[in-house]
């Protein structure tokens, strides 16, 4: 890794200022949106959320807490203002403060989606980098297939495989817990991040460890397919271009062996798009875990989100999508640095127009 020096160190840093500040548009500008289509949805909030036999005085009741008879641009600006004191409201389903539900169905969730981005990462790398060194063997053309397929299947739809195959003696092998994340006997782990497999081991705690990954393992597989064959599918589209390039050539007549060429020499600038899609893929994944979710009742953000729909609960509905909105800022951020850190030319590029 070439390491930065004072000079590029902070045009680095103002690099970084600047993607945060412009962020807070961004943010500004996504809750603009959020705000509108909350409350556009046809139906009246209050009414289903009370029922349609509730009582008109109670419902109206409900009409002024949430201050729906007022203008809209009044509406956006006390929801505005109560988000930036950390007031997110009060859910109508849960009857509790959407801060508190966030707190805790966003690290069952996150748990799952780090665990898919680790796999999607190690397979994608590992089978695009098998596939360009053996270009046009059998084991590419395997690659290839199986990339194809993980990339046209939906998770959902792998998930239902995999619970059918991997979870019952019935059609399959009972190698795997079918549902939640823990199984009856354990108890969750004192909590200090809400990630079971991180608390049980700061805990002490390594049979609740064990169980807790046994949980994690299918439908981390089934959400990490999608984006692990893609990455493969770059990492081996790149790698083989990058095998014509005249200083692999200039490597190899030099006498380096083939191991230090690959993983020194052609590995790390073929990495660069395989990271941009990565991040793209792991912020996704967090939006499109809701399937997965619901199949395998895993209590996370976003089976809590589809209920939340379903229910017309305004409030939750606009912090799960700000919640989302902040995750992809966060990883589009960090894959810039990751990049420009894998080659130099980017990183001077970015510090200089900056």
């Known amino acids: 890794m070439n390491f930065l020096n004072v000079e590029e160190l902070q045009r680095l840093f103002l690099f970084l200022l600047r993607r945060i500040f412009q962020s807070i548009f961004v943010l500004f500008g996504l809750s603009i949106l959020i705000f509108l289509l909350s409350r556009v949805l046809p139906g009246d909030p209050a009414r289903m959320a009370l029922g349609a036999r509730a009582p008109q005085e109670t419902i109206q009741r409900l009409r ?18 109560n988000a930036l004191g950390g007031d997110l409201g009060d859910s109508l389903r849960t009857r509790r403060p959407v801060v508190d539900d966030i707190v805790e169905f966003l690290p069952a969730s996150m748990e799952l989606v780090l665990l898919a981005g680790v796999i999607s990462a190690i397979g994608g790398i590992t089978l695009g980098t098998l596939s360009a060194r053996h270009k046009d063997s059998w084991i590419d053309n395997l690659v290839r297939v199986i990339s194809y397929m993980g990339v046209v299947t939906p998770a959902f739809v792998v998930a239902i495989i995999f619970l059918t195959f991997f979870t019952t003696a019935e059609f ?31 805990a002490g705690q390594f049979d609740t460890f064990v169980n807790a990954l046994h949980h994690l393992i299918l439908p981390s597989l089934a959400l990490a397919l999608g984006s692990l064959s893609q990455e493969a599918r770059i990492t081996r589209s790149t790698m083989s271009d990058n095998l014509t390039r005249d200083y ?36 996704a994944n967090l939006s499109n875990a809701f399937l997965v979710e619901v199949i395998f009742n895993w209590p996370g953000i976003s089976r809590y989100a589809t209920t939340a729909m379903l229910y017309k609960d305004l409030n939750a509905i606009a912090a ?9 800022i966060v990883v589009n951020i960090l894959v810039d640095l990751v990049v420009g850190i894998l080659d130099p030319r980017i990183r001077l590029r970015g510090a200089r127009s900056d």
């Open 64 to 81: 002024d807490e949430m201050h729906l008879d007022e203008p809209l641009l009044q509406q956006y600006q006390i929801w505005f203002t």
């Open 172 to 202: 399959g092998l009972d190698l795997f817990p079918p549902i939640g994340r823990l199984s009856s006997g354990f108890e969750p782990p004192p909590r200090v991040t809400g990630l079971y497999t991180v608390d049980s081991l700061l």
């Open 248 to 283: 692999i050539a200039a490597e190899r007549a030099l006498g380096i062996p083939e191991r230090t060429v690959t993983g020194k020499f052609l590995l790390k600038p073929s990495l660069i798009p395989t990271v941009s899609i990565f991040g793209l893929d792991f912020a």
């Open 320 to 328: 799960v999508i700000l919640i989302l909105g902040v995750t992809f």
